[in-house]
Structures are given as structure tokens and as C-alpha cells.
């Protein structure tokens, strides 16, 4: 069945860095783009990135363009998020999914910018 495990996540002062792990199984992962997706405490989730199953396409929410970046692995079935600059908005526990109108989530990992 489909899988995902995300990691990498912890807490972080304003301005730091993280890099967020998902890896994922249950499916052939180079057929489908990928999502990272976040939820705020208190809000919806929403959606951050997107990268195709090449690799090639990008792209980003808004307030978090040139900001962080989305990269895949398609030999480990893994994508990344690089997340710098980080701010306090950032805080969130951030999901991956494939590309399709599934609703198989992972646990998420949580995200905490504090000072």
C-alpha cells in the first residue's frame, strides 16, 4: 500500500534552515509528481510545492518562493525540501503525496520556528 514517512523536521529560530525528508513506497514513484503540503496549527493544510517525475518542473507557494526549494531522488523513492530563511509563518507540520486525488496522508513532521 501507498506510504509515505516524512522527516527532518524540529524546531528552528527565525533566519535557520531544515531539510525535510519524504520517503515514499507502495507505488512506482518516477510515475508521479510530488507535493509537499503543510498545516499550520489552527488552519487548513495547504499546498507548498510541486515537483514533476523528472525533476525537471518546479514549483512553489508564493510566500515561500526562493525560500525553500523541492528536489526528488528517484533512486531512494525520496523527495526533499530544502526550507531557509525560515520565519515564525513557517511553523506547520508538513506533509508529501504523490500527485492524485488520493487521500493517503503520512504523519507528517513538525516544523517549529520560535525564537
Known amino acids: 500500500q501507498v506510504q509515505y514517512v516524512e522527516s527532518g523536521g524540529g524546531l528552528v529560530q527565525p533566519g535557520g534552515s531544515l531539510r525535510l525528508s519524504c520517503a515514499a513506497s507502495g507505488f512506482t514513484f518516477t510515475d508521479y509528481a510530488m507535493h509537499w503540503y503543510r498545516q499550520p496549527p489552527g488552519k487548513e493544510r495547504e499546498w507548498v510545492a510541486l515537483?514533476?517525475?523528472?525533476?525537471?518542473?518546479?514549483n512553489y507557494l508564493g510566500s515561500v518562493k526562493g525560500r525553500f526549494s523541492i528536489s526528488r531522488d528517484n533512486a531512494k523513492n525520496t523527495i526533499y525540501l530544502q526550507m531557509n530563511s525560515l520565519k515564525l509563518e513557517d511553523t506547520a507540520v508538513y506533509y508529501c503525496k504523490r500527485a492524485d486525488s488520493s487521500t493517503v496522508w503520512g504523519q507528517g513532521t513538525q516544523v517549529t520556528v520560535s525564537l
Open positions: 515537483i514533476t517525475s523528472t525533476g525537471i518542473v518546479t
